[in-house]
């Protein structure tokens, strides 16, 4: 059977209508009803964009099975749309000899098209079955479908995003704890270790030097002393602190602290470090600098024995900024 096929690119034909010859009441009651459809058919669409947000398929297929209402003889017509590689067919759809097409674009690109149909039997003027409306409103339809599909499109995108956000948020959080098992782990063992050296420290280093102590004497049991308080001072948080809390201090200054705390005088640490007793005045001013206490009274050897507290180091930070 010959199918005759209408598009809306082509020029609708109207119905001639005689200038003496008015439309009557009942022709404009009808005309007024298919308006009413074709609006009822554009509001539709709109709420059935908003009803499916989530899904293109089930808004197409809402938008095709509702589209044979919206035509004059919907007893005789049915709907396809066309999008991608998918169709969406209205109930008991079946291609009929009539046809009107319009073409569905996203994004200004050809994504399918809008297809009405009506089947053998219809109504047929000598112009066709179809309203001149009805091209218009088949356009409409069709920038209205290329529209949500755009929208819709987009919105997915966001939630594919939001989703991906979402799992990486995720994996970044347990990667956290994990990192901070790691670290926790990490300090846990560096408390063994220190625990374990200056265990080793007292139970096999130190009677060694006690011994040697007290086998010399003279220079040679300066030296064996200073290594014993040196000893000492890796056992006490003495010398991590100083260093952490006054990061200025140079290695030789935090050397010539400890032997400051440990009551040397000028002349024993001049000789020990063979350097003259001026050097290490120098050094004992810029320590005192550095320590917060130059133009006080304080005692650097008492302080220096006093610093082994948080709160002395903690004075000694307030005086260096004061």
């Not at 220190?194 to 300066?222: D, H, T, W, Y």
Request: glycine share 4%.
């Amino acid at each position: 059977m010959h199918r005759r096929v209408i598009r809306v690119s082509q020029t609708p034909l109207q119905p001639p209508l005689a200038a003496n010859h008015p439309r009557s009441l009942a022709e404009v009651e009808l005309a007024l009803r298919e308006r009413i459809k074709e609006l009822e058919c554009l509001y539709t669409i709109s709420s059935l964009r908003e009803l499916h947000y989530h899904s293109v398929d089930h808004f197409l297929q809402g938008v095709v099975n509702y589209l044979p209402r919206a035509w004059q003889f919907p007893e005789y017509a049915c709907a396809r749309i066309a999008h991608g590689q998918r169709q969406y067919l209205s109930e008991e759809f079946k291609e009929g000899r009539w046809r009107m097409a319009a073409e569905v674009r996203v994004d200004g690109k050809p994504e399918g098209a809008v297809e009405v149909f009506y089947a053998a039997g219809v109504p047929v003027l000598p112009e066709g079955p179809f309203l001149r409306e009805e091209y218009a409103l088949i356009r409409v339809v069709a920038e209205g479908v290329g529209s949500a599909l755009m929208h819709l499109q987009v919105e997915s995108d966001l939630r594919d995003a939001h989703e991906a956000l979402r799992h990486q948020h995720q994996a970044l959080q347990e990667s956290n704890v994990t990192l901070r098992t790691v670290l926790s782990r990490l300090e846990e063992e560096k408390r063994e270790i220190r625990a374990s050296m200056l265990a080793n420290i007292q139970k096999i280093i130190m009677p060694i030097v006690f011994e040697l102590e007290l086998a010399v004497a003279g220079r040679e049991r300066s030296y064996v002393t200073l290594l014993r308080q040196s000893l000492q001072e890796v056992a006490s948080p003495f010398l991590t602190q100083l260093s952490r809390e006054h990061l200025e201090l140079t290695p030789v200054e935090i050397a010539i602290s400890t032997m400051i705390r440990n009551g040397l005088s000028t002349k024993e640490i001049a000789q020990l470090r063979c350097i003259s007793e001026a050097t290490v005045r120098r050094h004992r001013e810029n320590i005192r600098r550095k320590l917060g206490l130059k133009n006080h009274k304080a005692n650097l050897v008492t302080y220096l024995q006093s610093s082994s507290t948080p709160t002395a180091m903690t004075y000694a930070t307030e005086r260096g900024h004061s």
